[in-house]
């Protein structure tokens, strides 16, 4: 088998200020009761359910300022000298907010207090942010078809995904993968444009510009979009930013266990189906999952964890046409009919239905005796001899012969030639996430965090309806396995320096499965350097049947394309009297690997078997089983050859004595292709030679 391999590096890139992506800012100015400035005040900010407590002196102009503050909940406190204490509670902090909060101090003593218990009118004075904030109570409450938490991006109302027309869980398939609901266009601007973070790690599939992780809805704390435009930690984006920050532990414990479920059980039949005598399709989705968090050690550790499984089954048919017994024995006498339909170039009669030896195939000029038929010809050009009886039991080719022994196609299960076939299957589609987070405050000083995130899922683009030991079936699975870890570290040098690092890696591996992976091709005859080579089941294309191996009837092949996405970055903010300057780097690495396996391909045309003229058959002669049984003068697979009239890409399977100068040649064809190069490749590689052809597919959904 063989891979064109595609790797694409994209180097870092500088960026200032990252970590104010996914944490906050907290600042304001302190004034006595007439707006004179408080200076040297004590301003104090504390979260008990994090244990966080963070201390500043104002300025001599009163300022002060909070930078780099995980979202959450605040109490803020304000002590000076000849002052009542000022305590304000309820101050919630957003993911990527920079928000200003002045304070008025009124004269009186130290022990008294003025204490404000309802939420803080927090105001962005510091930057022309705008955005819309989903907080972690709505995105549990909110209702979500399948669960998916940018599903929520809706809501904002410059965001739509109607250019694309995207279905999550389209009918009768499995359903698209997760990342599909990211299809979106932000405030007018085009698909691929946005960036997507979790946790301040870059989360953007680069070579067609969706979402790579997305975390179970019981495992994020904040959703939000920022609007462009925006300051310059968001620099890398000329869309619209998507930040998702996920939960901690607090030093509270607290769980939850869910399921949602829906079943066909509770489901009306339709009216089309119910006119047509058609059953209840039989359907189910089983959500389930369970989260907690809590301290591991009261105010200084904390860990936080999700589990989220999917189990679904959906109803998929397939109505196909297959070989009959009579066919796949070499019989198709049933075709041949007595109706006349004209005379060939030596006065022999047509008959509708009829068969020709392609290995009869030669010239003739008219005015001029036939050799074989003792005819004199009435046209010049080529002609075929039919068939006897249509009927070429005794000449089966050993590789169709084993072909259709291994019985890879299924028996019809009606009478008919056409349409003969129909199965049912279930479309499956399973996932499992495991997360889990930890806090550590080694000091009031420094914290840090890492989270480890990984999911399963797999989801099927095509059923196996003629059985899941078949490996000729058409089956398709997609794997779409998942990993996000991340980590960061904060240190308060002093309350007016600080410094935060974070790095993390979100890693993706698409992959396309089908049922004739890893089958041994010389185990029907082929030749053996196809086993190393191409060791997929063949595909198997024959004009108007079903066909056999992968992609036959799809057009879906194997596949494995790793991504990997690496973030580093560093923010050092400096608080200096009126003004706090950031200086932050952000590095992204994009590495796109891997590419599609392609297997030996097999096409079988009509004409094959089509006459008298072969150059200009008649639409009623042939059959296209008896092409595929039918072995012609084309040689073994040492190379590709191509007939002055046409090309073709069909295995001889049949043998036939006799001489005769083709017009037509037979040839074997393996094939690579090459996984579409995305707007931010930088290179990419393929290989076309005599034998082998490279071509650009759609990238897969």
């Not at 003792?374 to 002609?383: D, L």
């Not at 079903?546 to 923010?571: C, F, H, K, M």
Request: proline share 6%; charged share 15%; net charge neutral.
């Amino acid at each position: 088998m063989v891979a064109v391999m595609t790797i694409v590096l994209l180097g870092s890139t500088a960026l200032q200020a990252q970590t104010k992506a996914f944490t906050a800012t907290f600042s304001g100015t302190v004034t006595d009761a007439s707006g004179a400035i408080v200076p040297h005040a004590r301003v104090t900010l504390t979260s008990d359910e994090r244990a966080i407590t963070r201390t500043f002196e104002t300025s001599d102009a009163g300022n002060y300022s909070f930078p780099l503050l995980p979202p959450g909940n605040y109490d803020l406190k304000v002590e000076s000298s000849g002052f009542e204490a000022y305590i304000q509670r309820g101050i919630t902090l957003a993911a990527g907010a920079a928000v200003h909060q002045n304070v008025s101090l009124s004269v009186g003593g130290t022990t008294q207090n003025v204490v404000v218990t309802s939420e803080a009118p927090l105001i962005n004075a510091d930057n022309a942010n705008i955005s819309a904030d989903i907080s972690q109570k709505q995105v549990v409450e909110l209702p979500l078809n399948l669960r998916n938490v940018f599903g929520l991006a809706s809501l904002n109302s410059s965001v739509n995904n109607s250019n694309q027309s995207q279905m999550v869980n389209s009918n009768g398939i499995s359903g698209s993968a997760d990342q599909d609901i990211s299809f979106l266009n932000f405030g007018g601007t085009q698909f691929g444009t946005a960036a997507y973070l979790l946790d301040g790690t870059w989360n953007t599939a680069q070579d067609w510009g969706g979402v790579v992780y997305v975390p179970s809805v019981e495992n994020v704390q904040e959703f939000k979009i920022q609007t462009n435009a925006f300051t310059a930690q968001y620099g890398w984006s000329s869309g619209n930013v998507v930040n998702v920050v996920t939960r901690s532990g607090t030093n509270r414990f607290h769980g939850d266990v869910f399921e949602f479920f829906r079943n066909s059980a509770l489901d009306a039949n339709n009216y089309f189906n119910n006119r047509n005598g058609v059953k209840r399709p039989t359907f189910h989705r089983n959500q389930f999952g369970a989260s907690a968090g809590g301290p591991i050690y009261k105010n200084k550790t904390f860990i936080f964890g999700v589990y989220e499984g999917l189990r679904q089954g959906t109803p998929a048919n397939l109505t196909a046409t297959v070989p009959t017994t009579a066919f796949a024995s070499g019989n198709f006498s049933s075709l041949l009919t007595n109706n006349v339909i004209g005379t060939d170039s030596l006065g022999r009669p047509i008959y509708g239905g009829a068969l020709y030896d392609p290995h009869s195939v030669r010239q003739i000029t008219q005015g001029v005796v036939d050799p074989r038929t003792g005819r004199v010809a009435t046209a010049t050009g080529y002609v075929r001899d039919p068939i006897p009886g249509n009927n070429i039991s005794n000449r089966i080719d050993p590789v169709a012969a084993k072909i259709i022994a291994g019985g890879y196609w299924p028996s019809p299960s009606n009478g008919a030639i056409n349409n003969n076939f129909f199965g049912s299957a279930a479309a499956v589609a399973n996932s499992d996430e495991y997360s889990i987070r930890v806090d550590h405050n080694f000091t009031d000083m420094t914290r840090m965090y890492a989270r480890y995130s990984h999911k399963n899922q797999t989801k099927t683009n095509s059923p196996d309806f003629f059985g899941s030991g078949n490996p000729g079936g058409p089956g398709v699975t997609n794997p779409n396995n998942r990993w996000s870890f991340d980590m960061g570290l904060s240190h308060i040098f002093s309350p007016t320096l600080i410094l935060s690092a974070n790095a993390g890696m979100n890693r993706w591996i698409e992959q396309s499965a089908t049922q004739g992976d890893g089958f041994t091709p010389s185990t029907l005859g082929l030749p053996s350097s196809l086993d190393g080579l191409a060791s997929q089941f063949p595909q198997i294309k024959i004009d108007g049947y079903s066909g056999l191996g992968p992609g036959a009837i799809n057009g879906q092949d194997s596949y494995a394309v790793p991504r990997n996405y690496i973030t580093y970055s560093a923010d050092l903010t400096k608080t200096l009297s009126k003004h706090t300057v950031t200086v932050g780097y952000m590095g992204v690495v994009n590495q796109i690997l891997g590419g599609h396996f392609y297997g030996t391909k097999l096409n079988f045309p009509i004409a094959s078997t089509a006459g008298p003229d072969p150059t200009n058959p008649r639409p009623a002669t042939a059959s296209p089983p008896s092409s595929s049984v039918c072995r012609t003068t084309a040689d073994p697979p040492e190379s590709t050859r191509s007939s002055p009239r046409r090309r073709t890409t069909s295995a001889p399977m049949f043998r036939m004595t006799g001489r005769s100068t083709p017009v037509s040649t037979s040839t074997w064809a393996s094939a690579t292709r090459s996984r579409r190069p995305s707007p931010s490749a930088t290179t990419s590689s393929s290989t076309s030679t005599s034998t082998w052809s490279t071509r650009s597919d759609p990238e897969p959904a």
